[in-house]
């Protein structure tokens, strides 16, 4: 009986020990340069990134040994980070009325632009064309993103073709199964640049902040995220990644 005791005891005590080494996992999609991609040179587990290093940052700040970068469809993040299987949520992600509904987001730490892509002799020359009355123009969107809501919203389900990401939107605006690609700036930018016959429009479609959103059952990491994020804004730390990856324009 005392030997089964001093076992017990000794499990209790090793369950109470907290696990050294731990990482803040962090939910993504990694197609969204230059804020999450793949990089299997990169010292992030084959990730780098403005989002993965901003959430590295965070976690030694916090006292993990770093960030995991968990990979998956746009569209599984919001679900993901409800349900607590990962930690925090990183992908360009604006905080919206929809999305509140199931997670909590911080306060915004970037600031993303939506953009047109058109081909190069495209007749769209500028967003109003895409909404003015009675234009038929379709837009391909990556699924559930902002630019989808943008999209749906000003010109109609019938309008919008949906893909699992922006790399596929682009793909079909090249092959003429779309006329333009609504995306986030920064992206859109790096698609046009890697593939010929492709052109920005110099008007934007709208503007919006990015934010991390964290599980509403886990109020307490959602603090300590913000003010570590709030301090590494403060101290520079943020804006050195940024421009590590955006060059003033």
Excluded: H, W
Aim: proline share 2%; aromatic share 8%.
């Amino acid at each position: 009986m005392k030997k089964l005791l001093s076992v017990l005891v000794a499990l209790m005590m090793l369950c109470a020990v907290p696990a050294m080494a731990e990482k803040l996992t962090m939910a993504t999609n990694a197609t969204f340069p230059p804020y999450e991609y793949v990089d299997e040179g990169s010292a992030f587990g084959g990730f780098a990134g403005i989002d993965v290093e901003v959430a590295d940052a965070i976690a030694k700040k916090l006292g993990y040994e770093g960030v995991e970068v968990v990979d998956m469809e746009f569209d599984a993040i919001i679900s993901d980070v409800a349900t607590g299987k990962s930690m925090i949520g990183m992908a360009g992600l604006t905080a919206n009325n929809e999305r509140m509904q199931n997670i909590y987001f911080s306060f915004p730490y970037a600031t993303g632009i939506q953009a047109v892509i058109v081909k190069e002799d495209s007749p769209i020359t500028s967003v109003d064309d895409l909404l003015a009355e009675g234009a038929a123009y379709k837009a391909g969107v990556q699924m559930n993103t902002t630019g989808d809501i943008y999209a749906s919203d000003d010109m109609g389900d019938d309008r919008v073709v949906r893909f699992n990401s922006g790399a596929d939107a682009v793909m079909a605006l090249k092959n003429g199964k779309v006329d333009c690609v609504i995306i986030d700036n920064e992206p859109a930018k790096a698609y046009v640049e890697s593939t010929t016959g492709l052109k920005l429009l110099d008007t934007k479609y709208a503007e919006e902040e990015y934010a991390i959103c964290v599980s509403k059952n886990n109020v307490e990491l959602l603090g300590k995220v913000s003010a570590a994020l709030q301090d590494l804004i403060a101290d520079g730390t943020v804006q050195a990644i940024v421009d590590k990856y955006i060059t003033a324009e």
